[in-house]
């Protein structure tokens, strides 16, 4: 049975402030400040949760449900790229209308407690035509992203602009914008001039201008009005950090898809390298300052270590059209955090659409699909909750929750670590964060593009001071591939000390006085709770699972079941603690809210979604729903969208059942040929639902979807089924119909040229594209009243 030995004993981690020139307050009195190792609200350590979300890319009508649903996935901050291109497409013309309204967009956040970063550029990127530039600067008589003086008259007559949308909800104003970021991967990255691509292919100038350049364009930002306590750059790459002026932000990627286009770097490569994103290192440590994707130009312990790009999915390339793995996310979330991240931010946490241009009718990347910008993120393009934002939502619950104590761990690694190679999948990973003793095991069994394996029988000494903590004191750990997890160790839970668990910790709530923690049980794992017995009062009530002593520590090992729950009384305060354990599977339908003035949490698969005293479910293609509430709300009567059917107990939580009128998407489809397929929908079709998924099963090259000869969405085939939400166009539909179109793969395709007149074409010796199946799948929304 391997055993893996971690030496914790120098957990002090040395965290001063005073030298950092960022913060501010609010009218309400509150304060923004730094440490050289977190972000501090009210002079206490705020851990904050960044997801990102393009309001242009996505209809303002819907902006409100889908801010909500990021909250209620553990998000408090929402960035947002405010690109050039799609608000002074025309020279002069400024456009902040419909989804381009910046000001409601960011006034919705407010409305609901989320704070607001904005990324003014002027070079953005985000997968955007010319990375954001407008065309109108191309050729112009100066250098874009430099210090030419014809180059900043633009650029401050754009901040202006932006700077209009965003008076009256600024920090200082008592708005939600606390930061903004300037620029883009300033000297590390740029983007295809649109108007050359296929002929020459000019890029964008990365930058020039170094610091100089960035501390001129925050000058400029201030200057228009754009006041905020945090400014912020990218870091990674070797973009230029004016650590002086902006807060450096890291991030990682599990997938490369623009490795795709280099020219020489990787060669005639096939197959995707994996990344070394999963491998633990130390990113706030000045004896270790340099590691894979982060080279700072800067003393890594002076600034706090933050992240703004965490792979919350990626985009398909036209050369790189991969299956997203969604474990992946949560498996970067916690390698972020366990190497010292206090700000964890994701690029993309919400997928949209590309709008339309008036000028230039498609406004993407030409390396990306068209319309569709579903990232593989954590909501997708058309609302859709995936595996990652349920997994992650534990995970900011834990940070949130816990932040104070968080953010003063040190990160600890075992000897060795360096030396791990991304494709070694037989060696675990691991890492500490911890502080005075107490901590989190952070174990990893994901590594991206590899088989991993399941790791059994394992073993992990943590070395103290005054003892040596296993996992678990007997037996041996089963850690399944593709997962991570956070286990604590010498643990307070209000007076009970947890010596350690083999449970991930979530959050715990008070009710009537006495405290509820709540775990989620590692698939494969036993759950199994070490506590020391001299601060146990009494005896612990179990009813699934098992109680035994040995010397000073009592061990809880629990029965598999969806939800365990057992209690306790601490000996020096007596207070009631009650452990409620869930299964690998339940815990993904774990949610936390405040409702009727109080923190409350709930069980359901659905989507959940809090306003005010009002719930919302989510159900795809579900008519059977339950909702879990604990403690119970005052009352409970629908609105809307379903009939309650049944009530009852299980262990704590009130049990509701709904039932939906089952709805079918009525329409008709007829195929033209293997390669396209015409649709006709009802007057009624879209009727009491809250969408419509479109879901395309085809082979072939890209599916492209048009009515009447307006394209709506496209698709870069990759073996999935496409999806397309309908509801947002409902009437041009019903009117008019559509119609989908798939391009062929074209085996052996050449250009033939053979001609003395100016003639050519494309012949291939085998074309391939066929759609296969067409289906309407209903979302459903329940509106229930509390009150």
């Not at 633990?280 to 003393?299: A, C, G, I, M, V």
Request: aromatic letters at 12%.
């Amino acid at each position: 049975m391997p055993t893996y030995t971690l030496d914790a004993r120098d957990d002090r981690k040395r965290i001063y402030s005073g030298h950092i020139r960022q913060g501010g307050a609010n009218p309400q009195g509150e304060v923004i400040s730094f440490t050289n190792y977190y972000m501090e609200r009210d002079g206490k350590p705020f851990f904050a949760v960044c997801g990102e979300f393009h309001y242009s890319r996505y209809d303002e009508l819907l902006w409100e449900d889908e801010i909500v649903k990021m909250k209620m996935g553990g998000i408090n901050v929402i960035a947002t790229y405010v690109f050039w291109n799609m608000h002074e497409e025309i020279q002069g013309v400024f456009e902040w209308n419909g989804n381009k309204n910046l000001n409601k967009f960011v006034e919705l956040c407010g409305k609901h407690g989320l704070y607001v970063i904005v990324r003014i550029g002027p070079f953005c990127h985000g997968e955007v035509r010319n990375g954001g530039m407008p065309d109108w600067l191309f050729g112009r008589p100066f250098e874009v992203r430099s210090n030419d003086e014809g180059y900043l008259a633009y650029v401050k007559v754009l901040y202006q602009e932006i700077s209009l949308q965003l008076q009256g909800l600024l920090y200082a104003q008592g708005g939600p914008i606390i930061g903004t970021q300037i620029e883009n991967e300033h000297n590390h990255s740029a983007a295809q001039w649109a108007l050359t691509t296929g002929i020459s292919n000019l890029w964008l100038s990365q930058g020039t201008g170094g610091k100089d350049h960035m501390i001129k364009l925050k000058e400029l930002a201030v200057e228009a009005g754009i006041v905020t306590p945090i400014y912020t750059c990218t870091a990674w790459g070797g973009a230029t950090t004016p650590t002086e002026e902006m807060l450096p932000l890291w991030g990682g990627y599990a997938y490369w898809p623009w490795i795709y286009y280099e020219h020489g770097r990787f060669g005639e490569m096939k197959d995707h390298p994996p990344t070394p994103e999963y491998l633990f290192r130390d990113k706030h440590n000045n004896e270790k300052q340099k590691s894979y994707n982060f080279e700072p130009l800067y003393t890594p312990e002076d600034y706090p270590y933050m992240c703004c790009e965490m792979g919350g999915g990626m985009t398909p390339f036209y050369k790189y059209r991969f299956q997203f793995d969604y474990d992946s996310v949560p498996a970067m979330t916690g390698m972020k955090v366990a190497e010292g991240c206090n700000m964890i931010g994701y690029y993309m946490y919400h997928g949209g659409s590309n709008p339309k241009g008036k000028r230039d009718l498609y406004l993407n990347d030409l390396a990306t699909p068209k319309i569709s910008y579903d990232f593989n993120a954590m909501i997708g393009e058309f609302g859709q909750v995936r595996e990652s934002y349920r997994r992650t939502k534990l995970q900011h619950y834990f940070y949130t929750q816990y932040e104070e104590w968080l953010c003063r761990t040190k990160t600890i690694l075992p000897m060795g670590a360096s030396e791990i190679e991304p494709t070694d999948i037989n060696t675990l990973r691991y890492a500490v964060r911890a502080s005075e003793g107490s901590g989190l095991l952070f174990l990893n069994n994901y590594q991206d593009h590899v088989e991993n394996i399941d790791l059994v029988d394992i073993q992990v000494d943590i070395e103290m001071e005054a003892e040596t903590i296993r996992f678990p004191a007997e037996g041996g750990l089963r850690l399944k591939k593709d997962s991570y997890c956070m286990l604590p160790y010498q643990f307070d839970l209000s007076g009970i000390k947890l010596k350690y668990a083999t449970a991930q910790l979530i959050t715990h709530i008070e009710v009537d006085g006495e405290i509820y923690y709540f775990f989620a049980i590692p698939d494969g794992m036993r759950g199994e709770f070490a506590i020391h017995s001299e601060s146990l009062h009494s005896e612990i009530k179990l009813n699934q699972g098992s109680v035994r002593h040995t010397d000073d520590v009592t061990i809880v090992t629990l029965e598999e079941a969806d939800m365990v729950v057992f209690s306790m009384q601490a000996e020096a305060s007596s207070e009631i603690v009650h452990v409620v354990a869930f299964s690998d599977q339940q815990s993904l339908n774990f949610w936390k809210a405040n409702l009727q003035g109080r923190e409350r949490v709930f069980l359901t698969s659905t989507n959940l979604l809090i306003y005010e005293d009002q719930i919302k479910l989510e159900s795809t293609d579900e008519t059977e729903v339950t909702l879990c509430i604990f403690p119970d709300v005052d009352a409970v009567h629908i609105i809307s969208g379903a009939e309650l059917v049944g009530q009852s107990m299980q262990e704590l939580f009130k049990v509701y059942k709904f039932h939906i009128p089952k709805k079918e998407i009525t329409f008709d489809c007829t195929k033209v040929g293997p390669d396209k397929a015409e649709l006709r929908f009802a007057s009624d079709a879209f009727g009491q639902v809250k969408q419509v998924l479109l879901r395309i099963t085809y082979t072939g090259d890209i599916g492209y979807a048009f009515i009447d000869g307006d394209l709506i969405n496209d698709n870069f085939s990759n073996g999935l089924p496409w999806e397309i939400g309908l509801k947002q166009l409902e009437e041009r539909l019903i009117k008019q119909g559509m119609y989908i179109y798939i391009s062929p793969i074209r085996k052996g395709s050449f250009v033939n040229s053979h001609t003395t007149m100016a003639g050519w074409s494309e012949q291939a010796t085998e074309r391939i594209a066929e759609v296969h199946s067409v289906r309407a799948v209903p979302v459903y929304e329940i509106t229930i009243g509390t009150r």
